[in-house]
C-alpha cells in the first residue's frame, strides 16, 4: 500500500497530466496541503515510486524561468494509477464511519 | 536571490550528481526561493541521497570491511618491504631483524609484488564499491595512516616507508573512477598470481596471517568480472 506522501505525489502528478514535472508537483503538493514539501522528500520519493514502477521520468527542456536548467518530467504509469485508487479506496472505506467524513460517502454493502 | 548567495547554494549543490544539480537548482530558480530556504532544501536532498547510499552493504564493506583493516595491513607490508631493503642492501641494518626475518632477495620481491598487487586490488575495489561513499572510504583510510605516522618509532626507517602502498593504491583507484572493467581472465591471473605469492610466503614462514584478509579485493575482482560476463550472456540470448 503506497504511504501519504507517495499517494499525494502521484495524484498531483495524474492531476498535471502532461505538464508534471518536479517543480509543479511540489507546489501543488503546497497549495493543495497547505504545508511546504521539500525537494529532498520529493526526489526520493519520485525515486522510490519509480523503482517500484508506479511512475516514470525522463528529462524535460530547459526553460528561461528556470534558468536555463533542464525539467524532470513525470508520469503516472498505469500500475501507479492502480496503487493510487486501491490507497483512495481503502482510505474511503475505513473513513466511512467518522465523523468527520463528508456527508456519510455510500461504497456499497459491506464485504 | 543575490548573486553572492545564489554562488553559495550553487556550491553546496556540487555535493549532488550533475543531473540532480541541474534538476534541483532549476527547480528553486523557477520557484524563486529566498537563499536560506534554498540552501537548507539543496542540502536537505544531498544529505537524503547520501542516507540512501548507506542503506546499501557496498560503503559498509569498503569502509570497514577494506579501507581501515587494509590500511593497517598494507603500512605492516609496507614497512616490512622496507625494512627488508634496509637489511639486505645497507649492511649497518643486518643485524636488525625484529620485522623482516630471514627473507632474501627471492621474498624480497615476492613481498614486493604482493604488496602492489594488494594495494592495486584495494584500491581498484574501493573505487568500485564506494564511489559515492569515497569520502568516507578515504577517511577511514587515512586515520590508520595518520595514526600511525605519529607513533612511528623504527629507528633506522623514514616515517614514510609506512607509505610505499599508497601509489599502486591510488591507481588502482583512479582506475575503478574512470570506469575501467578488469576482464575476467585478467582478474583471475591478478587473483591467482596473488595467491601464489602469498602461499609462496606461507610456506617460507614469511607472512603474516591477518595478511591473507587482503587477498579477497582480488577474487572480489574475479566474481565481479563472471557476473559481468554472465550478465551479458544472458543479454544476448534474450535478444
Same mark, same amino acid.
Given at each position: 500500500?503506497?504511504?501519504?506522501? &507517495?499517494?499525494?505525489?502521484?495524484?498531483?502528478?495524474?492531476?498535471?497530466?502532461?505538464?508534471?514535472?518536479?517543480?509543479?508537483?511540489?507546489?501543488?503538493? &503546497?497549495?493543495?496541503?497547505?504545508?511546504?514539501?521539500?525537494?529532498?522528500?520529493?526526489?526520493?520519493?519520485?525515486?522510490?515510486?519509480?523503482?517500484?514502477?508506479?511512475?516514470?521520468?525522463?528529462?524535460? &527542456?530547459?526553460?528561461?524561468?528556470?534558468?536555463?536548467?533542464?525539467?524532470?518530467?513525470?508520469?503516472?504509469?498505469?500500475?501507479?494509477?492502480?496503487?493510487?485508487?486501491?490507497?483512495?479506496?481503502?482510505?474511503?472505506?475505513?473513513?466511512?464511519?467518522?465523523?468527520?467524513?463528508?456527508?456519510?460517502?455510500?461504497?456499497?454493502?459491506?464485504? | 536571490?543575490?548573486?553572492?548567495?545564489?554562488?553559495?547554494?550553487?556550491?553546496?549543490?556540487?555535493?549532488?550528481?550533475?543531473? +540532480?544539480?541541474?534538476?534541483?537548482?532549476?527547480?528553486?530558480? +523557477?520557484?524563486?526561493?529566498?537563499?536560506?530556504?534554498?540552501?537548507?532544501?539543496?542540502?536537505?536532498?544531498?544529505?537524503?541521497?547520501?542516507?540512501?547510499?548507506?542503506?546499501?552493504?557496498?560503503?559498509?564493506?569498503?569502509?570497514?570491511?577494506?579501507?581501515?583493516?587494509?590500511?593497517?595491513?598494507?603500512?605492516?607490508?609496507?614497512?616490512?618491504?622496507?625494512?627488508?631493503?634496509?637489511?639486505?642492501?645497507?649492511?649497518?641494518?643486518?643485524?636488525?631483524?625484529?620485522?623482516?626475518?630471514?627473507?632474501?632477495?627471492?621474498?624480497?620481491?615476492?613481498?614486493?609484488?604482493?604488496?602492489?598487487?594488494?594495494?592495486?586490488?584495494?584500491?581498484?575495489?574501493?573505487?568500485?564499491?564506494?564511489?559515492?561513499?569515497?569520502?568516507?572510504?578515504?577517511?577511514?583510510?587515512?586515520?590508520?595512516?595518520?595514526?600511525?605516522?605519529?607513533?612511528?618509532?623504527?629507528?633506522?626507517?623514514?616515517?614514510?616507508?609506512?607509505?610505499?602502498?599508497?601509489?599502486?593504491?591510488?591507481?588502482?583507484?583512479?582506475?575503478?573512477?574512470?570506469?575501467?572493467?578488469?576482464?575476467?581472465?585478467?582478474?583471475?591471473?591478478?587473483?591467482?598470481?596473488?595467491?601464489?605469492?602469498?602461499?609462496?610466503?606461507?610456506?617460507?614462514?614469511?607472512?603474516?596471517?591477518?595478511?591473507?584478509?587482503?587477498?579477497?579485493?582480488?577474487?572480489?575482482?574475479?566474481?565481479?568480472?563472471?557476473?559481468?560476463?554472465?550478465?551479458?550472456?544472458?543479454?544476448?540470448?534474450?535478444?
Amino acid at each position: 500500500m503506497l504511504g501519504e506522501f &507517495e499517494y499525494l505525489l502521484i495524484t498531483a502528478a495524474a492531476g498535471l497530466g502532461q505538464n508534471a514535472y518536479g517543480a509543479a508537483i511540489r507546489e501543488e503538493i &503546497e497549495v493543495t496541503t497547505g504545508r511546504k514539501c521539500s525537494i529532498g522528500a520529493l526526489y526520493t520519493t519520485i525515486d522510490r515510486l519509480e523503482t517500484k514502477g508506479l511512475l516514470k521520468t525522463w528529462m524535460g &527542456e530547459a526553460t528561461p524561468t528556470r534558468g536555463g536548467r533542464a525539467k524532470r518530467m513525470v508520469r503516472v504509469t498505469a500500475k501507479g494509477a492502480q496503487a493510487a485508487k486501491d490507497f483512495y479506496t481503502a482510505v474511503a472505506r475505513v473513513s466511512r464511519h467518522a465523523a468527520w467524513a463528508a456527508g456519510g460517502v455510500k461504497l456499497g454493502s459491506r464485504a | 536571490m543575490t548573486t553572492a548567495a545564489w554562488r553559495i547554494v550553487e556550491t553546496a549543490a556540487l555535493l549532488l550528481e550533475p543531473g +540532480e544539480r541541474e534538476v534541483a537548482l532549476g527547480d528553486l530558480t +523557477e520557484a524563486n526561493e529566498g537563499s536560506l530556504r534554498a540552501l537548507r532544501e539543496v542540502l536537505g536532498l544531498a544529505v537524503r541521497r547520501q542516507a540512501n547510499v548507506w542503506k546499501s552493504w557496498k560503503p559498509w564493506v569498503a569502509g570497514f570491511g577494506l579501507a581501515l583493516p587494509a590500511s593497517f595491513l598494507l603500512m605492516g607490508a609496507s614497512v616490512s618491504v622496507s625494512s627488508t631493503y634496509e637489511r639486505l642492501f645497507d649492511a649497518r641494518n643486518f643485524g636488525a631483524c625484529a620485522w623482516t626475518g630471514n627473507e632474501g632477495y627471492g621474498l624480497l620481491l615476492c613481498h614486493v609484488l604482493l604488496l602492489a598487487g594488494w594495494s592495486w586490488t584495494s584500491g581498484f575495489v574501493l573505487g568500485t564499491l564506494s564511489r559515492r561513499t569515497l569520502w568516507a572510504s578515504i577517511l577511514l583510510a587515512v586515520l590508520p595512516c595518520l595514526f600511525c605516522f605519529v607513533r612511528f618509532r623504527i629507528a633506522f626507517l623514514s616515517k614514510y616507508s609506512l607509505f610505499l602502498f599508497v601509489a599502486p593504491g591510488i591507481v588502482g583507484l583512479w582506475r575503478a573512477l574512470r570506469g575501467v572493467k578488469v576482464k575476467s581472465s585478467l582478474a583471475l591471473l591478478l587473483a591467482g598470481s596473488v595467491t601464489v605469492l602469498m602461499m609462496v610466503a606461507e610456506s617460507k614462514e614469511a607472512l603474516w596471517i591477518l595478511n591473507w584478509a587482503l587477498v579477497w579485493p582480488a577474487w572480489y575482482l574475479v566474481a565481479e568480472a563472471k557476473t559481468r560476463t554472465l550478465k551479458s550472456a544472458g543479454c544476448r540470448v534474450r535478444k
